[in-house]
C-alpha cells in the first residue's frame, strides 16, 4: 500500500471508469428468471405432475410450494439487499417465512407419530433421497446467480449472506422440482422438500462466505 | 469547510459517470471523514493503511450505491466492515500493540450516533465487549486485561474471538 495518501488517491482517480449501480429490480429479475428456468428445466427433462396437467390442485401441494417459493423469493431479496451495505439495514424479514417454512417438517412429526407410520421406510426413503437429489441440484442455478450477485456487491455478512443465498436456492430449487414431484403426503413433504432447503443453507453457510468476502 | 451528505451524493453521482474531477473531491472529503471516524478507533501508526484500504475498497465498490440511498450510511457500512475487518486481523496476527492515546479531532457528521462503535459494543454482552476495549482499543494485553476483569486469559481470548465474530455480524444493522 502506498504511504502517501495523495498518490493513492490519483492513482484511484486515474484507474476512474464510469460503473452503473447495482439494480436491485435486475437483480431481483436474474434471480426470478434463474427460478424460472430451473422449473422449466425440471418440467422438460421429468415431466408435471398430472393433476396440475389435468388443471386439479392438491391443497397440501399448494401450501407447500408456496410457502417454498415465498421463502425462496424473501430470502432471494434479502440476499439482493445485501449485496449493497447500508448502515441501518434491516435484513430479518426473511426470517417470518422460514418459521412458516419450518411448520412443514414439525407437521410431518406429528402426523408421522400420530399415525405410527415410519418415516424412512425403504420406498419413502428412496424416493425423498432422488427429491433431494434432483431438488438440490435444482437450486444450483440460482444459488450460482446469487453468488455472483454478491460478488459485484459489497455484503458486509457474508456468512449470513452464505446462508440465505442457500435457503433462497433450495426453497426456489424444491419449489421447481414439487411441479413434478406427485407426492402430497406431508410427511414427505415436511421431511424431504425441506430437507432440500437446509442442504442447500448448510452448502451456503459453508462455501459462500470465502467467495464473497471482499 | 466539510462537504454534506447532499454535496457527497451529488459528487458520487457525478464520479459513477466517470468525472475524475469529482472523484478526486469526493475522495478527499471520504479520506477526512475516515480519519475523523477512525481516530478514536485504532492505533494512530494504522491509521493512514486503514484509511487507505477503504478508499481502495471504496473504489472498487463504487456501483454498489445508487442515489436512491444517502451516501454517508453506505460509506459508513463500508468503513465499519473495514474497522472489524482489521480488528479480526490483529487479532489473528496477535498483535496487542495499541496504545492509549487516541486523542485527535473526531468530527463525524450527524449520523455518528446511529453508527458509532460504542453503539455496536453495547450490543454485546459485558464481558465481550470488556475484553475488545481492552484488549484491541486500549492495548492492554491479555494478562493485564485477565487482571483488570477477573476474566483468565483464556477466557478473555474466548471473548475477544467472539466478540469480533458477533461484531462482524452486526456491522449493518446498528
Redesign the interface.
Known sequence: ???N?DT???N????????????FAKGLGYSLAAAAVSALMVIMVFGMRADLMAGQFDPVFLIATGLFLVLGIAAAVTVIV??????????GGWIWSAAMVALLPVAAMIVSLGSGRAMLSGDSLTHGLECLIIGGGASLLVFAILVGWLR???P??P??AGLLTGVAAGSLGIFAFSLHCADNDIVHIGLWHSAVLLLMAGLGRAVVPPLVR? | MRADEASLARLMVMSQKGDRQAYATLLSECQRWLRGYYSRRIAPAQLDDLVQDTLMALHNKLATWDDSRPFLPWLAAIARYRWVDHLRRLYRADECELVTDFAGQDEEPAIAARISIDRLLGMLPDAQAQAIELVKIEGLSVAEASQATGQSESLIKVNIHRGLKKLAHMVEKA
Not at chain 1, 484511484?12 to 471508469?17: A, E, P, R, T
Not at chain 1, 445485501?82 to 435484513?91: A, E
Open positions: 500500500m502506498t504511504n495518501p493513492l488517491i490519483a484511484l482517480v486515474g484507474d476512474l471508469k464510469p460503473v452503473k449501480p447495482l439494480s445485501m449485496s449493497r451495505p447500508q448502515v441501518g439495514s434491516d435484513h459485484k456487491g459489497a458486509t455478512s456468512d449470513r471482499w
